[in-house]
């Protein structure tokens, strides 16, 4: 009889660790632009001051245009804080889209590999922002469905 019960414990013991180890290896997906490109890929920290830069230099007359104040606006916001772009009017978001579209038009006109690389990054990064808002959005729809 002892016997069976210290059994009986030795295989209970067993099955809750091995259902322990398997709740352990769970894994959550990423499914987002930016999950499986490095954090260079994007415009973030100093990649966005060296971008700025680099329109400035080669690109004055677009640095000039509301279209830029209005991009480099919202990427900023989204290096401050990646929740504080999700309280953009939809009218902004709609803004910032437009002039991502002229960001990326204008380095497509160079076809050095800077303008390039740089094109590949704001693309990223507009992709990601855009993301955000979308997934936010289906957030806010599911929750006012319940």
Known sequence: MKTRVIFASLILGLGLVSTQADAATTTNTDDSPAATKPASAMLVNGSQKQFAAYIGQNVAKFAQTTNWQNFM??????????????????????????????????????????????????????????????????????????
């Open 73 to 146: 606006s919202v990427v900023s916001l989204y290096n401050q804080s990646p929740s504080a772009v999700l309280a953009l009017s939809p009218a902004e978001r709609t803004k910032f889209n437009e002039a991502a579209t002229q960001v990326q038009n204008t380095l497509a006109k160079h076809k050095n590999a800077n303008a390039s690389h740089w094109m590949n990054q704001a693309d990223y990064t507009t992709r990601m922002i855009n993301y955000l808002w979308n997934v936010n959005q289906a957030t806010a729809e599911t929750a006012d469905i319940q």
